[in-house]
């Protein structure tokens, strides 16, 4: 590993996508595209994957189940994951753990089921 990120790509796995793709739009008022490759609906979250960000996206195929016991990921949910989180229950998902404090340092953390059955992370710094 060559120390630039621990993490270079993520998947959520989905069972609908139009349904997850709206799901994610809503909780972060963004427009995420759509491709399909080898077999696959894929949606992207925005990201600079060019200039070294992370990046990653929604994935419907016949080898992605969603589940809530599979690797956690935390989503950048900065400035306030408040905001994010407070649109899940209304987009379909529901709010597993609130708003919690990790330390000061660290800032925030939140879980949520999205509407496929992922158990999903939020981070923010407030």
């Known amino acids: 590993m060559d120390g630039t990120n621990a993490l270079n790509w993520f998947e959520i796995s989905v069972a609908d996508m139009d349904r997850a793709k709206k799901f994610y739009e809503a909780i972060f008022g963004i427009k995420?595209?759509?491709?399909?490759?080898?077999g696959m609906k894929m949606a992207y979250?925005?990201?600079?994957?060019?200039?070294?960000k992370v990046g990653g996206g929604l994935v419907e195929s016949p080898y992605h189940k969603p589940s809530?016991?599979?690797?956690?990921?935390?989503?950048?949910?900065?400035?306030?994951?408040?905001?994010?989180?407070?649109?899940?229950?209304?987009?379909?998902?529901?709010?597993?753990?609130?708003?919690?404090?990790?330390?000061?340092?660290?800032?925030?953390?939140?879980?949520?089921?999205d509407t496929e059955?992922?158990?999903?992370?939020?981070?923010?710094?407030k």
């Open 32 to 38: 995420m595209e759509v491709q399909e490759m080898m």
């Open 45 to 52: 979250f925005p990201a600079d994957m060019m200039g070294g």
């Open 117 to 125: 059955g992922n158990l999903v992370a939020l981070h923010s710094n």
């Open 68 to 113: 809530a016991d599979g690797a956690r990921i935390y989503l950048n949910g900065n400035p306030d994951l408040a905001v994010a989180l407070g649109k899940v229950e209304g987009a379909g998902g529901q709010v597993a753990m609130p708003k919690t404090k990790i330390t000061d340092e660290i800032g925030y953390m939140a879980n949520f089921m």
